[in-house]
């Protein structure tokens, strides 16, 4: 968070927080962690109050430019995504169809921009000159969301054992356990002791997470 704040303070930027809720919140919701293949924290938490926020602004007749610093070479899902794109004006339903109308760019005229789609890495560290969050630093390769919930589980491990926010989020998770009845991809698999208990349905199981203790 401090780097955020440094990073308004650089550009001269004013910070809009959009609050939607917490990773915890929508746990409790999903009856699930957050995993690769469901991604509802993103969803839930950035993509549609950050949508709302923008069709509003553009409705009150700005002219709204959203900006996003994703790149095709982060992973192959995103080179298969945005490989062919650079760094022109699109529209949002162009970057992500499935989460943007058509309406939002052909009607409110909302545009979106990839300055460094095309970059590699390298890059990026050349451009920033030391200026980087120093997350990277210690070794973790996204930082968007620390920890993120949807990662691996050895980028979890990583960030629950980092300092006293990895720690603390290791806490708030391990609170869930009783509200997590359906895993498809565990919160710390390697860590996490899995019992399915009867079920009412025959259909259903009930999930029980089991945690170790968190070793430092």
Not at 95 to 106: I, V, W
Request: proline content about 5%; aromatic content about 12%; overall charge positive.
């Amino acid at each position: 968070y401090a780097h955020i704040l440094t990073m308004c303070e650089l550009y001269n930027l004013e910070l809009v927080v959009l609050n939607a809720g917490s990773v915890e919140s929508k746990v409790i919701q999903h009856k699930r962690f957050p995993s690769d293949n469901a991604r509802f924290c993103t969803a839930q938490l950035k993509i549609i109050p950050a949508k709302k926020w923008i069709i509003e602004k553009a409705i009150e007749g700005y002219r709204v430019i959203s900006y996003i610093g994703v790149r095709a070479s982060e992973s192959p899902k995103r080179t298969a995504r945005y490989g062919t794109f650079d760094a022109a004006l699109i529209t949002p339903y162009e970057y992500l169809p499935s989460q943007y109308p058509r309406y939002m760019g052909n009607e409110l005229q909302v545009c979106i921009c990839l300055p460094i789609v095309e970059w590699s890495t390298a890059d990026v560290f050349e451009y920033l000159d030391g200026s980087h969050n120093p997350l990277y630093d210690h070794g973790f390769e996204s930082v968007g969301c620390f920890p993120c919930m949807a990662g691996g589980d050895t980028w979890k491990h990583k960030a629950f054992s980092f300092d006293h926010i990895g720690e603390l989020h290791y806490t708030k998770m391990k609170a869930l356990e009783p509200y997590v009845y359906r895993i498809s991809t565990t919160l710390f698999s390697q860590v996490l002791k899995v019992k399915r208990k009867n079920a009412k349905s025959p259909k259903m199981g009930v999930v029980s997470v089991q945690f170790k203790e968190h070793i430092k």
